[in-house]
Antibody, heavy 114, light 112 residues
């Protein structure tokens, strides 16, 4: 069974970087697409970007170059880094498989606050 | 970016009823390959979102057939026939035809 699990700090200070890990079991990340999606307080969902089987990436332009998605195939993990965070980046962050997101992690709530 | 407008924002109903949720796109979601990448997801309280329907009308594995999707180009509908308690939650449409991928604002399905 495919399972995804996010991990990372729940509190980040403004102007710092947010770093999250998605650990995948039951499926190799050398296949398919692997995405980060976030849900803001109040229900708005935003697709942040993905990394695919050949390590190509695509990012939401709204993130204005602050985002990077990378992977470690030896650990079957992929990562999100979001730089220069503000309080507006407070959200629940999900990792998911595929452009049609068929498997999701349980989500990690990240608060940006001093 | 493609804007997806979901209506209604809240739907109050009773168990056993049939309901429909609309999703309208600011652009056609028909891709050059002939497919239309419009999906529906459900987020139950306290859970992660779950894929229900992909490419307008294809039922994801394990999803009961009381869920159905229809539509084309810019107008899409999710229908639930014979609502069950486990169907309550927040429904989203999302499109994957145009970058960046975008989501509708959500429809909350609740009991009257």
């Amino acid at each position: 069974e495919v399972q995804l699990q996010e991990s990372g700090p729940g509190l980040v200070k403004p102007s710092q970087s947010l770093s999250l890990t998605c650990s995948v079991t039951g499926y190799s990340i050398t296949s398919n697409y692997w995405a980060w999606i976030r849900k803001f307080p109040g229900n708005k969902m935003e697709w942040m970007g993905y990394i695919n089987y050949s390590t190509s990436t695509s990012y939401n332009p709204s993130l204005k170059g602050r985002i990077s998605i990378t992977r470690d195939t030896s650990k079957n993990q992929f990562f999100l880094q979001l730089n220069s965070v503000t309080t507006e980046d407070t959200a629940t962050y999900y990792c998911a498989r595929s452009i049609t997101p068929d498997y999701w992690g349980q989500g990690v709530m990240v608060t940006v606050s001093s | 970016d493609v804007v997806l407008t979901q209506t209604p924002p809240t739907l109050s109903t009773t168990i056993g009823q049939s309901v429909s949720i609309s999703c309208r796109s600011s652009q056609s979601l028909l891709d050059g390959d002939g497919d239309t990448y419009l999906n529906w997801l459900l987020q139950r309280p306290g859970q992660s979102p779950q894929l229900l329907i992909y490419s307008v009308s294809n039922l994801e594995s394990g999803i009961p057939n009381r869920f159905s999707g229809s539509g084309s180009e810019t107008d899409f509908t999710l229908r639930i026939s014979g609502l069950e308690a486990e169907d309550l939650g927040l429904y989203y449409c999302m499109q994957a035809t145009h970058a960046p991928l975008t989501f509708g604002g959500g429809t909350r399905l609740e009991l009257k």
